[in-house]
């Protein structure tokens, strides 16, 4: 059995909507157990994220998606310091040779989002984990997948609305297949 793990962060439960389907792919797939990982504000003390349950699943995980809105241009604050905190597994090379992949969601279609993706695999990089794109292409099928034309990762979008209309059903749809993905490749790699 593999573990594909998913570590996200969300203040108002978009996020977490698109984690749920990132999700549901990733446990679609035959011979694939799945963690669904809240960074929880309880977890940052003194500006520290400190939860080593958590960190020792992610240890433990054959493949991990990342998933933070994007805030100002990049990852919230609460996802950095998860992050940061993960030092200590990059001296240790824990993670390296790991899948990896991300989501992010914003209020506007653009919303900055390529560049949290861009953080986002670039932190991928330097713990030597394997980074996996969205492989859907655009607007493809009738549910509209990857309706705002990411490759690198997932965006969504969502507003000021609850969590029960935005994201949208395209965008959670995108989440899922990124999930079956990562979950897929997982199974091949590790």
């Known amino acids: 059995m593999k573990t594909v793990s998913i570590i996200y962060f969300s203040a108002g439960g978009h996020t977490a909507k698109m984690a749920e389907a990132a999700a549901k792919g990733a446990g679609s797939v035959a011979g694939i157990q799945v963690n669904l990982l809240a ?26 998606i990342f998933g933070s809105p994007t805030y100002m241009g990049n990852v919230a604050a609460q996802f950095k310091c998860f992050m940061d905190a993960s030092a200590e597994r990059w001296f240790g090379r824990k993670w390296d040779g790991k899948v990896a992949a991300g989501i992010t969601i914003s209020g506007s279609p653009s919303g900055d989002k390529l560049n949290t993706l861009l953080y986002l695999s670039l ?43 935005a994201p949208n059903e395209s965008d959670k749809l995108t989440a899922e297949a990124l999930g079956q993905r990562v979950a897929e490749l997982a199974l091949k790699l590790r």
Not at 45 to 60: C, F, I, K, S
């Open 39 to 64: 960074i929880q504000g309880k977890d940052i003390q003194e500006g520290r994220y400190q939860n080593a349950g958590v960190m020792e699943t992610l240890d433990a995980s054959d493949a991990i």
């Open 123 to 165: 932190f991928a990089a330097q713990h030597g984990m394997v980074w996996v794109g969205n492989n859907v292409v655009p607007y493809s099928d009738a549910q509209h997948r990857n309706r705002l034309g990411s490759f690198l990762g997932v965006m969504g979008q969502a507003g000021q609305e609850p969590p029960e209309v």
